[in-house]
């Protein structure tokens, strides 16, 4: 009879790969279970909590205190973090395989969508991943910034936009309380930023902020929020859309309230425009922005837009697209390149074209169903995916990993690849030492930036 992972008599050994919400959701549930569970938490970068370190605006301290509930998760002794590990390339997916019974993905979205239309290609048309990542100190990102442009477009009306309206129009002084580091803060103390655009291609009940961030936009005493009365418009469907959701009502009273009020005369403007929908990036001989073209729509009765053929040109110098995230492949693992998703049955990963189950492989949060929901989303994501994991392995469906005899056995692996790994105590080390440069200018916490600091500041001991 062949040996099942549930006939086993060492625990469950799953690799959860990515150590953001998604993966670390998923390991809380495998823990609550019931199954005997041991779980290694694979991390590319050299610290966990991913989009909530590095997706999630300096000046959003309720946001980040979610970092405070993975926390709890990952002080559990069945899981063990191994950071600053890359899945297919440090490591390869059928290494992985010797040493576990399941691997679940769970690496997120960081890359961005693109905007086609013509100047794309033009300097000051930008991601925005890319100025996230800039603000939030990832390593991955640009340390320095142009931020010479006076009147700038952003495209999206979701709250990345929100984000990245209010970080350009507060000033560098406003956001110096928080976690930011010193090359950001310098950077923003040079900004010329003065008008700020957001476009959207539908009306107020279309956008998807959520209210609170809508309301957050207008606390800055340097920001005035500006909506044209005109763009205050709804079809049935929109009318609709209110009554069947609290939020989107919200966010339309809100947009109408910065609609009806008297301008408080705040230094700088953020324009929120609706029914604009992006037609061309204008640019100079030199390939720099100069200009935004978008076309007017309205309403078409169901919730969607017709074009009207009237087209405005928007003096800008920047443009920044935050028209969602896309996700990128793991070498060897099945790729919907259309989707930027794993392709999955909701769990399990399937291979392309077929459709097949491959054993052993599952997927959750945004590698799995594309960049959209909030945290409960996530949740309810790996509830899934969890569950069809515990049901293979109490169906004996999970074929025992070769190695897996060993908890220490994949560490030992990564040692003698001479990967610097970084632990769950070695976070510990580095949470420290951003608590102390920020508790010196008394902040609460300075982001380190350098990928190489941040392994220094978590292991001492390596040699890099």
Not at 151 to 161: L, P, Q, T, W, Y
Not at 397 to 421: D, I, N, Q, W, Y
Request: proline share 5%.
């Amino acid at each position: 009879m062949t040996e099942t992972a549930s006939s086993a008599t060492t625990p469950l050994r799953v690799a959860v790969v990515g150590s953001g919400p998604a993966g670390i959701y998923a390991s809380d549930l495998l823990i609550k279970s019931g199954v005997d569970v041991s779980i290694d938490l694979i991390e590319r970068m050299p610290a966990p909590f991913g989009l909530i370190r590095y997706g999630v605006a300096p000046d959003h301290p309720r946001i980040k205190g979610i970092i405070k509930s993975l926390h709890s998760v990952l002080d559990k002794p069945q899981i063990r973090l191994l950071a600053n590990v890359e899945v297919g390339k440090d490591v390869t997916v059928e290494e992985l395989r010797e040493y576990y019974d399941a691997i679940i993905f769970a690496t997120g979205a960081v890359a961005d969508k693109d905007l086609n239309v013509p100047g794309a290609d033009l300097k000051g048309h930008y991601g925005a991943a890319e100025f996230v990542g800039f603000y939030d100190g990832n390593p991955d990102f640009e340390r320095d910034w142009d931020l010479t442009a006076e009147k700038i477009a952003i495209v999206g009306v979701g709250n990345v936009a929100l984000d990245i309206a209010r970080v350009l129009a507060k000033t560098a002084d406003e956001l110096h309380v928080t976690e930011i580091p010193d090359n950001v803060y310098s950077n923003l103390n040079q900004s010329a930023a003065k008008e700020i655009h957001v476009f959207g291609r539908r009306g107020p009940a279309q956008a998807k902020f959520t209210p609170l961030e809508l309301k957050e936009l207008d606390h800055s005493p340097t920001i005035e929020v500006i909506v044209d009365p005109e763009d205050i418009d709804y079809d049935e469907a929109s009318e609709q859309a209110r009554r069947d959701a609290k939020a989107v009502d919200l966010v339309c009273q809100t947009l109408e309230g910065y609609a009806m009020r008297d301008p408080k005369g705040a230094p700088h403007k953020l324009f929120i425009h609706f029914f604009e929908s992006p037609v061309e990036i204008l640019g100079d001989d030199n390939g720099n922005v100069t200009g935004f073209v978008t076309e007017r729509t309205q309403l078409d009765g169901n919730g969607g837009v017709t074009t009207t053929g009237e087209t405005k040109t928007w003096d800008v110098q920047a443009v920044y697209r935050a028209v969602g995230y896309r996700s990128d492949a793991i070498k060897d693992v099945p790729f919907d390149d259309l989707n930027a998703v794993i392709p999955n049955d909701e769990g399990h990963v399937l291979t392309e074209p077929n459709g097949e189950i491959v054993p052993g492989l599952y997927a959750t949060g945004w590698i799995k169903r594309g960049p959209i929901g909030l945290i409960g989303n996530t949740k309810s994501d790996a509830k899934d995916t969890t569950s069809m994991l515990i049901d293979d392995f109490h169906a004996g469906k999970l074929t025992p990993a070769p190695k897996r005899t060993s908890e220490e056995a994949f560490k030992f692996f990564t040692e003698e690849k001479g990967l610097k790994v970084t632990t769950w105590e070695g976070w510990h080390n580095l949470d420290a030492a951003e608590k102390a440069a920020g508790e010196a200018e008394g902040r609460e916490r300075k982001k380190i930036v350098e990928w190489d600091d941040m392994v220094r500041a978590s292991h001492p001991e390596y040699e890099i």
